[in-house]
T-cell receptor, first 113, second 113 residues
């Protein structure tokens, strides 16, 4: 049972345009969501997160939106740069003492110059 | 600042051989520590986590074990590797004060032949 789903395995955008990466979840107990960026043969790098008490969090070019009723979150990158080309993982966790992050399968973003 | 190290970076082992992967964290005390595996075409799966020396929690039954002999050292082991153990193994840490964001090491690519 895949509780965090990234339905688009890949996404290609032009440099300077907006990249929108989507993530859906099924577990209503999730209350904290994270995005990670991963280059080949490297560990994931934490990008941005959002708590379920918010619907938006912004950090520079990166903005995460959360729609709790739809159990959907998205990562917007504006403007997209070639260096943003990587695999992006969505992750979620539930509250309390639960340490587990549940990850999606990732979306490969390619930003073309 | 905190840094996390993993070694080796790559490893090729025959089926039935033992395994020992090591992870160390610098620049922090009492971190929560995690072992993840990324199999080909899949997301990251949590294998083990530890909130202190000698305290190990296992997420999935498997051919692997983990140990935490020191505060900032986390070891992943197997007595006999299986072909299905091949994958990209990632160690991660989070501050003991907050387990929301987890920070990953560079990973170990394990190929079992």
């Amino acid at each position: 049972d895949q509780q965090v789903k990234q339905n688009s395995p890949s996404l290609s955008v032009q440099e300077g345009r907006i990249s929108i990466l989507n993530c859906d979840y099924t577990n209503s107990m999730f209350d904290y969501f994270l995005w990670y960026k991963k280059y080949p043969a490297e560990g994931p790098t934490f990008l941005i997160s959002i708590s379920s008490i918010k619907d938006k969090n912004e950090d520079g070019r990166f903005t995460v939106f959360l729609n709790k009723s739809a159990k959907h979150l998205s990562l917007h990158i504006v403007p997209s740069q070639p260096g943003d080309s990587a695999v992006y993982f969505c992750a979620a966790k539930s509250g309390g003492s639960n340490y587990k992050l549940t990850f999606g399968k990732g979306t490969l973003l390619t930003v073309n110059p | 600042s905190q840094t996390i190290h993993q070694w080796p970076a790559t490893l090729v082992q025959p089926v039935g051989s033992p395994l020992s992967l090591e992870c160390t964290v610098e620049g922090t005390s009492n971190p929560n520590l995690y072992w993840y595996r990324q199999a080909a075409g899949r997301g990251l799966q949590l294998l083990f986590y530890s909130v202190g020396i000698g305290q190990i929690s296992s997420e999935v039954p498997q051919n692997l074990s983990a140990s935490r002999p020191q505060d900032r050292q986390f070891i992943l082991s197997s007595k006999k590797l299986l072909l299905s153990d091949s994958g990209f193994y990632l160690c991660a840490w989070s501050p003991w004060t907050s387990d929301n964001e987890q920070f990953f090491g560079p990973g170990t690519r394990l190929t079992v032949l």
